[in-house]
């Protein structure tokens, strides 16, 4: 009867304990979830398993944000529950998380508030700003950011374009360091010589560009080259410049301009005398050729597709180690003047080895290398001027970086922000949205089999079976 009444008390004890462990770990679940339910927690307390990351935001825009000294507000013109575009929503709570707060998510229904637009964001009513549209603010600075501005197109299928990536973090942290910039420097593309348009194949570099406070614009030589003109780039001008368009450019450049020359195979005896006339005065020209590297750790499957050794540089030193190289398909020699005047400064960029070879596209004669495949120089003066000439305009092109990475694109920012002494560039690569399989080694296909069909089943039934037993003793 007593050794009852011990199990009886010894029961009742565990039984008690067991209670209220038992009511301590759901109390514990129910504060833990409570804690997550509330959305400071929950945003900051997450996990991104998508593929490209494309709810996270990348390196150089935390970098930008936790620098800034400003407020802005992401101002969306339209109720909060009329917005379900949750990409874009997940990404602004990131803004706000990583700026500390600086960057705030806004909704106005503009039907309930009509002047809103005009009261405070386009006055004059000349930037498009409707209904439906996102607007970045800071101060009396502001910068709609367009759907075209977050989705990458492919127009290679069907003749109709498909969504290919997401754009998303490039837009925004391009329309950020814009409106909290003090100045906003302007850099024209040159059409009108059979240019590689902004549209056409440069639409992921000019992004890049407008990323790091650039505003891009056209450019036609039959008019006046805009004061405003920051730096004027020309991507593969299949056409020689007019004299009328040389003058113009010259005086730009006189003046202080500042010009980038991306100059591809000319692919006829053509020669772009105008051109090389403007680059002359900076101790630079290029060579109507076409060049091979013959060293294979210097070029890419095939012998056209070079890797430049990159050379110490005002360019090349502000970029990160993992920057230098770039593959150059399809090139063409820049030649630098050994004879420049003391006030011109040319220094090369990049070259091939002494295994490459040339041939001239006038002569047919071949030529053995090194070669120079790009260069930059400055003309020290009053008025400091500054230019750079690549032998190579596709390896800044959609289609080429898709395969071959956004160094190029790099280098160019590089070069622009040289050029305008500045020191700080974003570059936010575009995030696919193509759906990659899950591809496993038949041994993590065995071992994965093992764990879900043996090893997990026996540890829950032995789990089962110690507690039974254990009760039982009881």
């Known amino acids: 009867m007593i050794e009852m009444?011990?199990?009886?008390?010894?029961?009742?004890?565990?039984?008690?304990?067991?209670?209220?462990?038992?009511?301590?770990?759901v109390a514990i679940i129910v504060l833990f979830n409570a804690v997550l339910g509330l959305d400071s927690v929950r945003?900051?307390?997450?996990?991104?398993?998508?593929?490209?990351?494309l709810y996270s935001l990348s390196q150089p825009s935390i970098t930008m944000l936790k620098s800034l000294?400003?407020?802005?507000?992401?101002?969306?013109?339209?109720?909060?529950?009329?917005f379900s575009v949750k990409e874009i929503l997940e990404v602004l709570k990131q803004y706000n998380i990583k700026s500390n707060g600086k960057v705030k998510l806004k909704f106005v229904d503009v039907e309930k508030d009509p002047t809103f637009i005009k009261r405070e964001l386009d006055p004059e009513q000349t930037k498009g700003i409707q209904e439906g549209s996102i607007v970045v603010k800071s101060g009396n600075k502001s910068k709609v950011v367009t759907q075209d501005e977050m989705v990458e197109y492919d127009y290679s299928t069907s003749g109709y374009p498909q969504a290919s990536g997401v754009k998303i973090e490039q837009a925004f942290s391009s329309a950020i360091k814009s409106v909290t910039s003090e100045s906003t420097p302007v850099i024209y593309f040159v059409k009108g010589h059979g240019e590689i348009t902004k549209e056409e194949q440069l639409s992921d570099l000019t992004a890049s560009i407008a990323s790091n406070n650039y505003e891009i614009k056209d450019l036609s030589l039959s008019g006046d080259i805009p004061q405003d003109a920051s730096a004027i780039i020309f991507a593969a001008p299949k056409t020689d410049l007019l004299p009328k368009e040389r003058e113009k450019l010259q005086a730009y450049l006189d003046k202080g301009g500042d010009a980038i020359f991306l100059m591809d195979v000319q692919g006829d005896t053509t020669e772009l005398t105008n051109f090389n006339l403007v680059m002359q005065r900076y101790a630079l020209g290029v060579n109507n050729d076409y060049v091979l590297e013959g060293d294979q750790n210097w070029y890419y499957n095939d012998f056209n597709i070079i890797i430049p050794?990159?050379?110490?540089?005002?360019?090349?030193?502000?970029?990160?180690?993992?920057?230098?190289?770039?593959y150059l398909p399809n090139c063409r020699s820049v030649v630098i003047n050994q004879n420049a005047k003391d006030y011109v400064k040319p220094t090369a960029l990049f070259m091939t080895s002494d295994k490459s070879q040339s041939r001239s596209l006038v002569t047919n004669k071949d030529s053995n290398g090194?070669?120079?495949?790009?260069?930059?120089?400055?003309?020290?003066?009053?008025?400091?001027?500054?230019?750079?000439?690549?032998?190579?305009?596709?390896?800044?092109?959609?289609?080429?970086?898709?395969?071959?990475?956004?160094?190029?694109?790099?280098?160019?920012?590089?070069?622009?922000?040289?050029?305008?002494d500045k020191t700080d560039s974003v570059i936010v690569p575009s995030k696919s949205l193509a759906q990659q399989p899950l591809n496993l080694s038949e041994q993590s296909k065995f071992i994965a089999f093992i764990m879900l069909a043996f090893v997990l089943p026996l540890a829950v039934i032995g789990l089962g079976v110690f507690v039974f037993v254990r009760r039982k003793h009881l």
Not at 7 to 25: I, Q
Not at 372 to 392: D, F
């Open 309 to 326: 050794h990159p050379t110490e540089s005002d360019v090349t030193k502000s970029l990160d180690p993992n920057s230098l190289f770039v």
């Open 69 to 82: 000294n400003k407020d802005v507000d992401v101002i969306v013109l339209t109720e909060e529950k009329n």
């Open 370 to 420: 090194p070669f120079l495949l790009g260069a930059i120089s400055e003309i020290e003066s009053s008025k400091p001027s500054k230019i750079a000439v690549i032998g190579n305009a596709q390896f800044v092109t959609n289609d080429w970086m898709k395969s071959a990475g956004n160094n190029g694109t790099r280098y160019v920012i590089s070069i622009l922000n040289w050029m305008q």
């Open 43 to 53: 945003n900051r307390v997450r996990f991104d398993i998508t593929k490209n990351k």
């Open 5 to 25: 009444k011990k199990m009886n008390d010894r029961s009742l004890k565990f039984g008690s304990y067991a209670f209220v462990l038992t009511a301590v770990v």
